[in-house]
Each structure stands twice: as structure tokens, then as C-alpha cells.
């Protein structure tokens, strides 16, 4: 008889994510096509980005687009979802931490589910909202009004560009590299 998968409760949960990255990986229909697994029982997705000095201690999975920065330990038994910031010194053990959630610097999350504010700590069966973004927080969504914004930056840089391209070349003619 297989064990299933269930979110009923907190704790099953984070059960059901730590099932997934703990069985063999021919059995890895649930996990996204996108993650790769590197070493036994660590799964890491696309995009990530993973400071030198970050320890990872098997199971883990990290999920697309997520910045662990320097001195982390990530491990045993942690799932991070897609978009999210680990800050340098923070150490996550046996918890699940949600899509586009920040975890800032220097702390300890064990046996906890983060969800952008919300801490809900399994170990006490309790749920606390930070309402500190340097604590725990969110990744704010891009909206549309920074779009022209950023156009004009890449425009302002294509047009750089295109008046220095001539002078860069001239010289490159002239003073040949030795």
C-alpha cells in the first residue's frame, strides 16, 4: 500500500512536500520538469541562485527563481517554493517555505510552514503574522508602472550604446592589444 499525499492539516502539509523529495526519483511525477536533482534527495529548480558559503543538507528542494544568500544552511527536510529570498545567516530546517516568501537575516526557522508573513510553527501548533518585512515578508509583484521605467533605461542604454560603439571601434583600429 502507498502512503498519499494530504493537506488537511499543517503538518501534513509539509509531511506531503518532504514525501516527495525524500523518494526515489523514478517516482518523481510531482516534481517540476524545471527542478534538477544535483545529489541524492536535493532538488534544485531553475534559476537559482545559491551563494558559495550556503550549506545544503539533504532533502531539499528549491524552487525556480530563489536567492539563498551567503551562510545559510538549508536542510534536512526543507522545501522552498518558487521566488523567494533566504537572507545571509539564516538557517531553515524541516519546514516549508511559500512562493514568494522573504526570510530575512539570521534566523532559525525549524519544523515551520513561512507563508510571506505568516509563521505557523508545528512544533507548538501555533500561527504568529510578522508584520516586519525584515523579519518575514513578501516579494512585491511587478506592476505596470514601472514598465515605462524600464523601457527608457534599456533605451537610454541601446541609444549609449550606439554613440560609443563608433569611438570604441576606432580606437580598437588604432591602438591594436599587444
Not at 532559525?108 to 510552514?113: A, K, L
Amino acid at each position: 500500500m502507498y502512503p498519499f499525499l494530504s493537506v488537511e492539516s499543517f503538518q501534513e502539509w509539509k509531511d506531503s512536500n518532504e514525501y516527495i523529495i525524500k523518494e526515489k526519483p523514478e517516482s518523481h511525477f510531482l516534481v517540476p520538469s524545471t527542478a534538477h536533482r544535483i545529489e541524492e534527495q536535493i532538488w534544485i529548480a531553475k534559476g537559482v541562485t545559491l551563494h558559495p558559503s550556503a550549506q545544503i543538507i539533504s532533502p531539499v528542494y528549491i524552487g525556480d527563481h530563489t536567492q539563498i544568500q551567503e551562510n545559510t544552511v538549508i536542510g534536512p527536510g526543507t522545501v522552498i517554493e518558487n521566488q523567494c529570498i533566504i537572507g545571509k545567516g539564516s538557517l531553515i530546517e524541516n519546514s516549508l517555505i511559500c512562493q514568494k516568501s522573504v526570510v530575512g537575516e539570521h534566523l532559525t526557522i525549524s519544523n515551520s510552514i513561512v507563508d510571506k508573513n505568516l509563521l505557523i510553527n508545528l512544533h507548538l501548533n501555533t500561527e504568529v503574522t510578522i508584520n516586519d518585512d525584515f523579519l518575514l515578508g513578501e516579494l512585491p509583484n511587478l506592476s505596470l508602472h514601472y514598465f515605462p521605467f524600464s523601457l527608457l533605461e534599456k533605451l537610454c542604454a541601446l541609444l549609449l550604446f550606439i554613440v560609443f560603439c563608433p569611438i570604441y571601434l576606432f580606437m580598437r583600429l588604432c591602438y591594436p592589444l599587444k
